[in-house]
């Protein structure tokens, strides 16, 4: 018997043609349904092209109903393990609590701008630099800059996000990526709230940009907020 | 499917629509049961290591000081600086000026570094090779 690969779990519904024409299916049990597809042999390649695909194919289910996206790679060895996940009450009990909502996920990065503000305040250290410009007070110097953008990430971080956190069922913040990353936040929201999150952002924006700007992507599954707690079964 | 808000501070997408937009929501998110799970995955590390830049390193510090070095903090526009308060009067003249010299810096910063604009995204590579190839040349480099 060949291998499911899942993207996620929903209620039992009509696939769009533009699934089922991707190989796509459910396998469904009491009102509860796993998306899937069948794997070829081999393992799944973490490429740019099967990120998004998983990506399309949830966020696409997300826009009629609730879906507990999947983590990516996430393989079922036969029809009946599908089965006994779907028997899962925790199963059930995230598909209810997420029956209305929507995941924002909200990045904020910082134009190079950032580093003349961040320097402003590091007179001496700019000054004995351009006097000397070793390797040693480069050092100092960017290091030193380096804190001051920390300082900054976090008090911007902290700013934004008690904003918005009323606005939200739930906020997760995670390490920006980068030199010029200034926060990342996903947000869970009412999918009617986000209308609200986006007004509350153009108003952060007229404050604080530039430096800082924003990324906001969605209403998307709530990726960030299905996560279980369940002892590993030795 | 993205558009630039009107003060062209916010990006708004609708969905993913990038590698950057997925890539931790989809490896350290969804969905995952200990007890059922069977992860099978190649290329992970490759990818992540494309994201998160290392930021505590000598290198950062030197461009982070050549950058600062460069700049001129007239630029800054809420700057309560004192070359600011002398700047008053000849405004328009002073900004027009500095601007085309932070930008003239940090261009030739940017080209030095390699950090061009769509060094957040990744509408450059249209599969795994490139990303690979990508990371590997970085992680050697450091």
Known sequence: MSRLYLYGITRPRDLPERLTGQGISLIESEGRAAVVSELDEGPVEATRRNLLAHADVVEQLHEDAVVLPARFGYILDSEDEALELLALPEIEQ????????????????????????????LEPLREAYRAAPSVEAGI????????????????DQTLVLDELRPLALEVLTSEPAGEFGAFNAALLVERGGVEAVEKQLEQLAGRMSPPLHFKLVGPLPPYSFVRLQMPAVA | MQRESSAGYITRAPRSSGLADVLEILLDRG???????????????????DLRVVIASVDTYLRFAEAVNRLDLRQVDDSKSVPDLF???????????TKGAVEGGMDAIKEKIGLGSGSDDDDDDDDGGNSRSRSRSRSSSR
Do not use: M, N, P, Q
């Open chain 1, 94 to 121: 995230l598909l209810e609590r997420h029956k209305g909502t929507c995941e924002l996920t909200l990045r904020g990065t910082y134009e190079e701008s950032v580093l003349a503000e961040v320097g402003a305040a």
């Open chain 1, 140 to 155: 100092a110097l960017g290091e030193a800059v380096g804190e001051g953008l920390a300082d900054r990430r976090a008090r």
């Open chain 2, 31 to 49: 969905l995952v049961i200990d007890a059922y799970v069977r992860v099978s995955l190649v290329g992970i590390e490759l990818l992540t290591v």
């Open chain 2, 87 to 97: 700047e008053k009067g000849g405004e328009e003249v002073a900004s027009t000026k």
